[in-house]
């Protein structure tokens, strides 16, 4: 699995939704502050890296896909 499916399967299984589109803004499908912070530490769990502050700049599902880095990147 790659990392922008990995990072879509956490955000639908966070936010309790089966699918999601790359427009979707996470606090527009029910998130809240705690839950971005469990959103951001199940895809530290899994070596993907989202700054939780990319989640309240822009909170479309592509955003922060393109914000994510893993390993040392």
Same mark, same amino acid.
Request: net charge negative.
């Given at each position: 699995?790659?990392?922008? =499916?990995? *990072? &879509?399967?956490?955000?639908?299984?966070?936010? #309790?939704?089966? =699918?999601?589109?790359? &427009?979707?803004?996470?606090? &527009?499908?029910? $998130? @809240?502050?705690?839950?971005?912070? /469990?959103?951001? /530490?199940?895809?530290?769990?899994?070596? *993907? /890296?989202?700054?939780? $502050?990319?989640?309240? @700049? =822009? #909170?479309?599902?592509?955003?922060?896909?393109?914000?994510? @880095?893993?390993? &040392?990147?």
């Amino acid at each position: 699995m790659n990392v922008h =499916d990995e *990072i &879509e399967k956490v955000w639908c299984e966070v936010l #309790g939704v089966a =699918d999601c589109r790359p &427009e979707d803004n996470f606090f &527009e499908r029910s $998130g @809240t502050s705690l839950k971005a912070a /469990r959103f951001v /530490r199940a895809l530290a769990g899994r070596g *993907i /890296r989202v700054p939780l $502050g990319a989640l309240f @700049t =822009d #909170g479309r599902l592509a955003a922060v896909q393109a914000a994510a @880095t893993t390993g &040392e990147g």
